[in-house]
């Protein structure tokens, strides 16, 4: 295995537990074809870890267990694929709509395999939310701007289900800027959090937006005035 490769010291097994092995071959899988394939920029390939699989594998923190999970834009896997390796009791579907990106992601469920599901779609088609509505968690990260992936991911959501969108920096900023529109569309508790602060040196931060609970009913009663 190349250095590249190595994963620093134990935060593997810290971060994957049983599935150390499974992320290492992740990332070989990404180091060896993602560049070629247009998944990931070449500048990416020496920090595979911390920045890609370290820093999407920590989202598990966040996740209740045996929970229903859709990675939203899930491109080269990132944050779905570390997800479910770390957390195998989820029931996780990748959705993705490019062609060639969904032929990967199949690729690399088949190749380690996981029990994940690959869906062709973007978030907001009508078929996509009927058939992966009622989500307990909806996973996004670099996919587009807070309020424009509030409106496709929180449909994709049970009321009380929670968005979990992996920011960066501009988390705060971010939050601040789209809360009241993010609000208008059944977004409750925003917050920002931190995960894997004890593992990793720079932790991730992740936006989390929780779907209103009274959205179901009052989408219901709009429905019903209009039919009526
Ligand atoms: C910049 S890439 C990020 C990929 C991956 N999440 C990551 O962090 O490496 C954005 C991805 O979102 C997908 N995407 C864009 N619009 C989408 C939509 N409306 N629904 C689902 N996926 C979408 C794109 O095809 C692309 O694969």
Do not use: Y
Request: aromatic share 2%.
């Amino acid at each position: 295995m190349s250095e590249l490769l190595s994963p620093p010291g134990d935060v593997v097994e810290r971060v994957f537990g049983d599935g150390a092995s499974v992320a290492i071959k992740f990332a070989a899988l990404l180091a060896d074809h993602g560049v070629e394939r247009g998944l990931i920029g070449p500048r990416e390939v020496e920090r595979l870890w911390d920045r890609h699989v370290f820093n999407s594998g920590v989202l598990a923190e966040l996740v209740p267990q045996n929970c229903r999970a859709v990675d939203v834009g899930s491109g080269a896997g990132l944050p779905g694929i570390p997800l479910a390796i770390a957390r195998p009791d989820l029931r996780l579907t990748l959705l993705e709509p490019m062609a060639r990106r969904v032929a990967w992601l199949q690729e690399v469920v088949d190749t380690l395999g996981l029990d994940v599901e690959v869906v062709r779609g973007r978030a907001e088609e009508p078929e996509v939310r009927r058939r992966l509505g009622g989500s307990d968690i909806v996973t996004a990260r670099a996919v587009a701007p807070l309020e424009r992936l509030a409106k496709w991911c929180l449909p994709l959501l049970r009321p009380g289900g929670q968005m979990l969108a992996l920011k960066g920096a501009s988390a705060a900023e971010e939050l601040q800027r789209d809360t009241a529109a993010v609000a208008k569309m059944g977004g409750s508790r925003q917050r920002v959090a931190s995960c894997g602060a004890e593992v990793l040196e720079v932790p991730t931060t992740v936006v989390v937006v929780e779907r209103d609970e009274q959205v179901g009913r009052r989408d219901g009663g709009r429905r019903r005035r209009k039919d009526g």
